[in-house]
């Protein structure tokens, strides 16, 4: 019997909602000219991590949680590509990504161990 109740409860997923708010907190200072490139790309690689949780929580089987669990990983691993793209433009290069470098890593570690799990039994 799993104490999982809802995917709001697992904290990969709360910890991918706080990642949310990070990264539109820093993207508001982004430079106009970013809004419908760097920031929009962000901001929907960021959203897509906690949205493919929940999504692949109503999945009907281990297989195919697994599947979506997969697509957060990869869009963990698209912003980690967007922020080392920030931190090298001239006009985004000044903000401190370090907080949220830190929860993608985090964020990462936890989907791989869930995907392991649900894939190779408990």
């Given at each position: 019997?799993?104490?999982?109740?809802?995917?709001?409860?697992?904290i990969v997923?709360?910890?991918?909602l706080d990642l949310v708010v990070e990264v539109y907190k820093i993207t508001e200072s982004f430079p106009r000219e970013e809004l419908y490139s760097l920031t929009s790309q962000m901001r929907r690689s960021v959203i897509s991590i906690p949205s493919n949780i929940a999504e692949g929580s109503g999945r009907g089987t281990r297989r195919d949680y697994a599947q979506f669990l997969r697509m957060s990983l990869g869009s963990c691993n698209e912003l980690s590509t967007q922020v080392e793209i920030a931190k090298r433009l001239p006009k985004t290069k000044i903000f401190i990504y370090q907080k949220i470098e830190d929860d993608l890593a985090e964020i990462s570690k936890m989907l791989k161990a869930i995907i392991n799990k649900l894939l190779n039994g408990f």
């Open positions: 019997m799993s104490l999982v109740k809802s995917y709001k409860d697992l997923w709360q910890k991918a």
